[in-house]
C-alpha cells in the first residue's frame, strides 16, 4: 500500500535533538492526522488538519509541533523529547474530516526512540 | 470526557475457535468504525455502521451496532491464523470526533 507514506520509519534521537517526521498521502484527501501509539494505551489522536488548518490540538505539549504546508504533506517537529514519548506515531488521512464514510488511512508509521 | 471501552483486552482462542470483541460509549454514536491492526503493522479499516441495530457481514465477520448506537460488536466465526492481530473500534461523536477504544488482540494458541 502506498496511499500513505511516512519517513524515517525508524528514528533514535537524544533528548536534545530535534528531528522532524514527514507523511505524505497520494489519496486527495483534505483531512490528515498524527496519532501516538504506546504499548497498552488506546491510540491517542495529537493533531488534526483539514484543508490545511489544524482543527485539533488534543492537548499535546509543546515539544511536538505540527506543520501541514499542503493537504498532501503532513509534518511533526520534534524538539527536547522525554523518553515517555517513545512510541509508534502514525499519519492517517481521510476524503474530510466530517460527513460520509470517511475512513482513516494510515502509514505505515515511525517507531521512535528518545534516549 | 467521552470513552469508548472495548473489551477484552486480549483473547486467546484455538484456531477454529470463534472470537467476539465488544465496544461499549458513554453517549450515543453517530457512527462506529473498525480497524484491525496487524503484529509489526499499522489500522487498516475493516468496515462502518452507521444505522441503529444495523449488521453487516464480511465473510466469517459479523459486525452489530446496538440499538441505541452506544455498543457495537465484532464476532468472527473459526477463526485462523491469518486473524491474528489488534482489533479496534472507533465511534464517532457529534462533535465529529473518532473516540478509539483501546483494542482487543487476538491470539491464536499454537
Known amino acids: 500500500e502506498t496511499g500513505v507514506t511516512q519517513t524515517p520509519r525508524h528514528l533514535v534521537m537524544g533528548m536534545t535533538n530535534k528531528k522532524s517526521l514527514k507523511c505524505e498521502q497520494h489519496?486527495?484527501?483534505?483531512?490528515m492526522y498524527w496519532y501516538k501509539q504506546s504499548a497498552k494505551k488506546p491510540l491517542e489522536l495529537m493533531f488534526v488538519?483539514?484543508?490545511?488548518?489544524?482543527?485539533e490540538n488534543n492537548s499535546v505539549p509543546s515539544r511536538f509541533s505540527p506543520e501541514c504546508p499542503n493537504s498532501s504533506h503532513l509534518f511533526l517537529h520534534l524538539h527536547t523529547l522525554q523518553p515517555e514519548d517513545s512510541a509508534l506515531y502514525l499519519c492517517a488521512s481521510s476524503q474530510d474530516r466530517s460527513g460520509g464514510r470517511n475512513e482513516q488511512f494510515f502509514g505505515p508509521g515511525t517507531r521512535l526512540t528518545v534516549l | 470526557g467521552q470513552q469508548v471501552m472495548q473489551i477484552p483486552q486480549y483473547q486467546h482462542v484455538q484456531e477454529g475457535e470463534d472470537f467476539t470483541t465488544y465496544c461499549n460509549s458513554s453517549?450515543?454514536?453517530?457512527?462506529i468504525q473498525w480497524y484491525k491492526q496487524r503484529p509489526g503493522g499499522h489500522p487498516v479499516f475493516l468496515i462502518q455502521l452507521v444505522k441503529s441495530g444495523e449488521v453487516k457481514k464480511q465473510k466469517r465477520l459479523t459486525f452489530q451496532f446496538g440499538e441505541a448506537k452506544k455498543n457495537s460488536s465484532l464476532h468472527i466465526t473459526a477463526t485462523q491464523t491469518t486473524d491474528v492481530g489488534t482489533y479496534f473500534c472507533a465511534g464517532r461523536d457529534s462533535n465529529y470526533q473518532l473516540i478509539w477504544g483501546a483494542g482487543t488482540k487476538l491470539i491464536i494458541k499454537p
Open positions: 453517549t450515543t454514536l453517530s457512527n
Open positions: 488538519y483539514s484543508l490545511e488548518e489544524r482543527v
Open positions: 489519496l486527495g484527501h483534505n483531512a
